[in-house]
């Protein structure tokens, strides 16, 4: 059953698909890579061939859908029915078939387990925040992930949210009525507003939210620590002077000697308040599970 929580979240996906898209725009799956994102790319290169990937809380399933072009299988879970009918169509569209689609609440450890089979990695990009129990979450989607299998955590952070939050304020009170102002927000966010319904879905999940929060790095390291998650890099980087080319080495990179203690977290965070401020303070963090 979902809490109260749950329930406003999902009826709000159920309006608002997220990240949403028109059908339209996609007629084969070359259209697929073309609209890829620059990141979905590099995780694109980062996964091997012959793994099996879930993501998470997929929503309208772009990522997943472009990263079972060119794979065996490939799962797409969400809550909002609304959401998964769009990926459903997409799928039937350009026949999909490697890409599988499920309804699942991944607070209700039943339905994690009655998916029934665990991956080699595990995509959890944007939702934890959105859930009202992210550690709850978390270990929950553990249940999903093999023995030495990867893993990726996407959640707003408690520093680099400030200047969204601060525009979310404006947004709502000085700029109410102004439109211009909201679609230079929204374009400091995803570059333009030409698909409509993207930047409506991007509108509605950044500043009409019903529920979200922000984390830190170190409260995600203690996630992984108590869960046996070896820590192996963030994006952005959490260490200062990082010379890494995401492209070239990918994002699960086994980054001991580069552990971000306390001071160095703190730094780094509060760079993100500027660094990360278009992307409204989005950060992913990467590990792999030691047995
Ligand atoms: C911001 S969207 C992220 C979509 C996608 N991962 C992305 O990065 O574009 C958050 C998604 O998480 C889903 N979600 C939130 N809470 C959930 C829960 N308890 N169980 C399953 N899905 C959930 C929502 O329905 C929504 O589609």
């Given at each position: 059953m979902a809490?109260?929580?749950?329930?406003?979240v999902q009826n709000f996906y159920n309006k608002t698909p997220f990240p949403d898209y028109e059908l339209d725009k996609?007629?084969?799956?070359?259209?697929?890579?073309?609209?890829?994102?620059?990141?979905?790319?590099i995780l694109d290169r980062s996964i091997p061939q012959n793994a099996t990937v879930i993501d998470v809380g997929t929503g309208t399933g772009q990522l997943s859908a472009f990263l079972s072009l060119r794979r065996k299988c490939v799962w797409g879970i969400?809550?909002?029915?609304?959401?998964?009918?769009?990926?459903?169509?997409?799928k039937e569209k350009l026949k999909l078939d490697s890409w599988h689609l499920k309804k699942v609440d991944?607070?209700?450890?039943?339905?994690?387990?009655?998916?029934?089979?665990?991956?080699?990695?595990?995509l959890c990009l944007g939702v934890l925040?959105?859930?009202?129990?992210?550690?709850?979450?978390?270990?929950?989607?553990?249940?999903?992930?093999?023995?030495?299998g990867y893993i990726a955590v996407g959640l707003y952070n408690k520093m680099g949210r400030v200047p969204l939050k601060m525009r979310k304020t404006l947004a709502k009170t000085i700029f109410k009525d102004n439109n211009k102002v909201k679609?230079?927000?929204?374009?400091?966010?995803?570059?333009?507003?030409?698909?409509?319904?993207?930047?409506?879905?991007w509108w509605?999940?950044?500043?009409?939210?019903?529920?979200?929060?922000?984390?830190t790095i170190g409260e995600v390291l203690r996630w992984f620590k108590k869960n046996n998650i070896a820590y192996y890099q963030t994006v952005p980087a959490s260490t200062p002077f990082y010379q890494g080319n995401l492209e070239i080495a990918g994002v699960w990179n086994d980054t001991n000697e580069a552990y971000p203690n306390f001071p160095i977290r703190a730094y780094n965070q509060i760079s993100w308040i500027w660094k990360t401020h278009h992307e409204g303070g989005y950060w992913i963090t990467f590990g792999r599970r030691e047995n």
């Open positions: 809490t109260k929580i749950g329930e406003k996609f007629n084969s799956k070359d259209d697929l890579v073309i609209s890829a994102y620059p990141f979905a790319k969400d809550f909002s029915d609304s959401s998964l009918n769009k990926a459903r169509q997409l991944i607070l209700d450890s039943k339905q994690i387990e009655a998916i029934g089979m665990k991956f080699d990695y595990v925040h959105h859930t009202g129990n992210a550690y709850g979450g978390f270990k929950n989607i553990l249940r999903l992930l093999k023995p030495k679609d230079w927000f929204i374009r400091m966010q995803i570059g333009d507003v030409e698909d409509k319904e993207r930047a409506r879905g509605n999940d950044q500043y009409l939210h019903p529920h979200e929060t922000s984390h």
